[in-house]
């Protein structure tokens, strides 16, 4: 069983940065693609980033320029950079790993950004 732990959540004002990191038990090179989404309170979960095993990476048009997404595979690990934090980006943010029709969740990581 695939296992993600996310961390690096937590409260920042407006225009500060922030670092999520997503660590699997597994080699990520073996994923289709890993990602980053998130959920707000009454809002439905949206992608924020994704990043193929290739290293091609899309974003919501919603952090282009503010967000990026990496990833080690050394160290099985990847990575959210997030800057110029608005208030809308308070969320939930998971991480996610593709295997063909299998998906698996991280437990989330609450990130808070004050106005």
């Known amino acids: 069983q695939v296992q993600l732990v996310e961390s690096g959540g937590g409260l920042v004002q407006a225009g500060g940065s922030l670092r999520l990191s997503c660590a699997a038990s597994?080699?990520?090179?073996?994923?289709?693609?890993m990602g980053w989404y998130r959920q707000a309170p009454g809002k439905q979960r949206e992608l924020v980033a994704r990043?193929?095993?290739?290293?091609?990476?899309n974003y919501a048009d919603s952090v282009k320029g503010r967000f990026t997404i990496t990833k080690d595979n050394a160290k099985n690990t990847v990575y959210l950079q997030m800057n110029s934090l608005k208030p809308e980006d308070t969320a939930v943010y998971y991480c996610?790993?593709?295997?063909?029709?299998?998906?698996?969740w991280g437990q989330g990581t609450q990130v808070t950004v004050s106005s």
């Open positions: 996610n790993a593709e295997w063909y029709s299998d998906d698996y």
């Open positions: 597994q080699s990520i090179f073996r994923f289709n693609a």
């Open positions: 990043i193929t095993r290739g290293g091609s990476t």
